[in-house]
Nanobody, 125 residues
Framework: HVQLVESGGGSVQTGGSLRLSCAAS????????MGWFRQAPGKEREAVAA????????YVADSVKGRFAISEDNAKNVLYLQMNNLQPEDTAMYYC???????????????????WGRGTQVTVS
């Protein structure tokens, strides 16, 4: 059973940066699609980025491309989301998710992820 714990959220001013972390434990193999999603109040959950551990392939949503980057520290089993030039519309609860499958074609579908963290709040003002 995979457990995911997010950290690194907080309140920042417009144009600021944050780095979110997702500590993973309990994985039974080394090939997972690891994703970051976010959900603002009154809005649907939105895919932000994903990383396939098997090939280190990354995927980033067009809405944050050029500002956000996803990466992984294999040795520490930690997934990161570096967020730069944050805007008020980035305000949301950010969730880490995982599934034991490739990310290809379906990385943005939250219904295909089996494991979820509790989330970390990001507020930009």
């Amino acid at each position: 059973h995979v457990q995911l714990v997010e950290s690194g959220g907080g309140s920042v001013q417009t144009g600021g940066s944050l780095r979110l972390s997702c500590a993973a434990s309990g994985a039974t193999n080394s090939r997972y699609c690891m994703g970051w999603f976010r959900q603002a109040p009154g809005k649907e959950r939105e895919a932000v980025a994903a990383h396939y551990t098997g090939t280190a392939t990354t995927y980033v949503a067009d809405s944050v491309k050029g500002r956000f980057a996803i990466s992984e520290d294999n040795a520490k089993n930690v997934l990161y989301l570096q967020m730069n030039n944050l805007q008020p519309e980035d305000t949301a609860m950010y969730y880490c998710a995982a599934r034991a499958a490739s990310c290809a074609l379906t990385w943005a579908r939250d219904d295909l992820y089996n494991y979820w963290g509790r989330g970390t709040q990001v507020t930009v003002s």
